[in-house]
């Protein structure tokens, strides 16, 4: 399983966070626009509802993905569920919160995930 991140809108210095299992590829984005494409200039203004947004199609230019070990992947899928809802879209409910929550939440083992996840 990976954590995957790329700047958003392709250049600024906050980057636009996602996980990578086996089975899908997901991270936050909004309600209405191009789901898959959150941070890259979709549309997407704080205070605007998200969801588990697919982003196995999204532009992946300048994409770096971190492995992440010790995470139960099948607690992880059930939470990348698409359309799932994740509120609104605030300073601490971003896509780099979920991706962290939903890791966290996953751990397993004495150790829990490594890197800096």
């Known amino acids: 399983m990976y954590v995957c991140c790329q700047p958003a809108l ?14 899908v590829e ?4 909004p309600v209405k626009g191009n789901c ?6 979709s549309g997407d203004f704080p205070g605007d509802p998200v969801q588990v947004c ?5 532009n992946k230019k300048g994409a770096e993905c971190e492995k992440v070990e010790n995470v139960n992947e099948k607690k992880v899928n059930d939470q990348l569920k698409l359309g799932r809802p994740l509120g609104v879209w605030t ?9 962290k929550s939903v890791i966290n939440s996953a751990k397993t083992g004495r150790h829990g995930a490594s890197g800096s996840w």
């Open 91 to 99: 300073s601490t409910n971003q896509c780099q919160s979920f991706a």
């Open 54 to 58: 697919d982003h196995s199609k999204r």
């Open 36 to 41: 898959g494409e959150a941070g890259n200039g």
């Open 26 to 29: 997901a991270g936050m984005g």
């Open 10 to 23: 392709g250049w600024m210095p906050v980057d636009h966070k996602w996980i990578k299992t086996d089975s």
